[in-house]
């Protein structure tokens, strides 16, 4: 699987967006990028995940880069329960099943 | 719809004890896999089941770890006999394999303290 690179950590006013970027330039055409989140004391939690196109869901937006070597995970009005730490990870949607988790970026929601 | 359950949420033994997880995955799934998160390594893959089977379990550290999976719905990671090394969460997911692109569903963990 490809491996991805993320900021340690970020900020974010409540309100705002939050705009979370991953770096995966040894991506292969037939990988995803997926995006999980681990709330303080709790299980990863799934977000979202996408191939080329641009998707949205009721919690975030993932747009990937036309060369697909970058993406960003956007949460379009932060509320403090978004605090968490955000692993983007690059898999192969079909065979094997490993999620590999790197580092993550730490999210911080401040009021 | 219930999640993932891990049991128990918190475990504290002395080293050289057997100590159990259990997992009971979500309804309907057919693969499930157990995870360790340590400040060290993060959070790495230690197997994982397809149909009951265990698929890949190259993460498991050594033989001390084993791990089963008698039915469609109950798992159990075993640790014989346990050292503080082995201190860590440990967590449990599932999904569904198949034709179409499944996330993986994780429980809440076991945090596991060995003394």
């Known amino acids: 699987d490809a491996k991805t690179t993320q900021p340690p950590s970020m900020d974010c006013a409540e309100g705002r967006a939050a705009n979370l970027p991953c770096n995966h330039s040894t991506i292969s055409g037939n990988e995803y990028v997926y995006w999980y989140r681990q709330i303080h004391s709790q299980g990863p939690q799934y977000i979202i995940h996408?191939?080329?196109n641009n998707e949205t869901n009721e919690m975030a937006s993932l747009i990937i880069t036309e060369d697909r070597k970058s993406s960003t995970l956007i949460l379009p009005h932060a509320t403090l329960r978004d605090t968490a730490v955000y692993y983007c990870?690059?898999?192969?949607?079909?065979?094997?099943?490993?999620?590999?988790f790197g580092q993550g970026t730490r999210l911080t929601i401040n009021p | 719809d219930a999640g993932v359950i891990q049991s128990p949420r918190h475990e504290v033994t002395e080293m050289g004890q057997e100590v159990t997880l259990r997992c009971k995955p979500i309804s309907g799934h057919n693969s499930l896999f157990w995870y360790r998160q340590t400040m060290m390594r993060g959070l790495e893959l230690l197997i994982y089941?397809?149909?009951?089977?265990?698929?890949?379990d190259s993460g498991m550290p050594e033989d001390r770890f084993s791990a089963k999976m008698p039915n469609a719905s109950f798992s159990t990671l075993k640790i014989q006999p346990s050292e503080p090394r082995d201190s860590a969460v440990y967590f449990c997911?599932?999904?569904?394999?198949?034709?179409?692109?499944?996330?993986?569903?994780f429980g809440d963990g076991t945090r596991l303290s060995i003394l």
């Open positions: 990870i690059v898999r192969v949607a079909w065979g094997a099943q490993k999620l590999v």
């Open positions: 996408g191939l080329k």
């Open positions: 089941f397809n149909n009951n089977v265990p698929i890949d």
């Open positions: 997911a599932s999904n569904l394999q198949g034709a179409s692109n499944q996330p993986q569903h």
